[in-house]
């Protein structure tokens, strides 16, 4: 069954993103204490760059980088080199400024001009680096997630068939709302995964937030209900302006 929703309200991005670096680092400390690979998703987004900033920086020499392999929770049909590249956000922000052998990091090869060929090749690289027999799901050690004002995280959108595929690990869809197709981690991977970790800032946040947390609408309308890890920990690092219409701070289910 899953576990409640642990909630921690901090009171700016600032506080929230030195939580979040701690956590990254607790956990991949503690990873390569007992001789274990860290694996970790990354999202995309504003809110986590102040993230990755800060392990590439103040948290650089508390982290066994060379322990750390790093995928990507989403990612824009957009070349690693372009401005909306998720993958080229984290290479700038964390990355670059690390010691971690270039091979631990996992793009999602977005060149490819087919986007069901990004997702095909993303399928195959985690089906390879977990070597999940028939049947399996990866499990992650941890996941960064992020939260849209239409209630969408990774690049699960409303409405979107993405939601509903099972089989596979990594999928495509064109998202109507923005345009484009986008790539995506699938709820099942997301729900195998230890820990799922959101980070969620600024007013605008706000209503969409205590949707997400104290609503019932069905997870088809608003995704990032249905990220809920079935044998892990569900976190929610908010800010106090993204808190600000919540019932109450604290643990919920």
């Known amino acids: 069954m899953p576990r409640e929703t642990e909630l921690q309200v901090f009171p700016d991005l600032d506080a929230l993103s ?6 990254f680092a607790r956990l991949a400390g503690r990873a390569s204490e007992t001789g274990t690979t860290f694996t970790v998703a990354l999202s995309g987004g504003s809110t986590p760059r102040r993230t990755y900033e800060l392990l590439g920086t103040e948290y650089r020499d508390r982290v066994p980088w060379d322990s750390v392999q790093f995928f990507f929770s989403d990612e824009r049909h957009v070349p690693p080199d372009h401005k909306d590249s998720n993958y080229g956000m984290a290479y700038r922000a964390l990355l670059s400024r690390i010691p971690a052998p270039p091979w631990n990091a996992h793009r999602l090869a977005t060149e490819l001009e087919d986007p069901a060929q990004v997702a095909e090749y ?9 070597r999940v027999a028939d049947g399996e799901v990866p499990r992650f050690d941890l996941i960064f997630l ?10 699960l959108f409303p409405g979107s068939p993405a939601l509903k595929e099972t089989s596979r690990f990594v999928t495509s869809a ?4 923005v345009r484009a197709h986008r790539i995506t981690l699938t709820l099942p991977v997301i729900n195998r995964a230890a820990e799922v970790l959101f980070l969620v800032s600024g007013g605008e946040k706000a209503a969409i937030l205590r949707e997400v947390l104290e609503g019932d609408a069905p997870a088809d309308r608003f995704p990032a209900r249905a990220a809920r890890p079935v044998d892990g920990r569900r976190l929610f690092y908010v800010d106090r302006a993204a808190a600000a219409q919540l019932r109450s ?3 919920r289910s």
Not at 18 to 23: L, S, V
Not at 174 to 177: D, L, T
């Open 18 to 23: 030195h939580a979040a670096a701690g956590e």
């Open 122 to 130: 993303g399928d195959y690289i985690l089906r390879q680096f977990f």
């Open 146 to 155: 992020g939260l849209g004002a239409d209630g969408h995280t990774a690049s």
């Open 174 to 177: 064109w998202v109507e709302s």
């Open 249 to 251: 701070e604290g643990s």
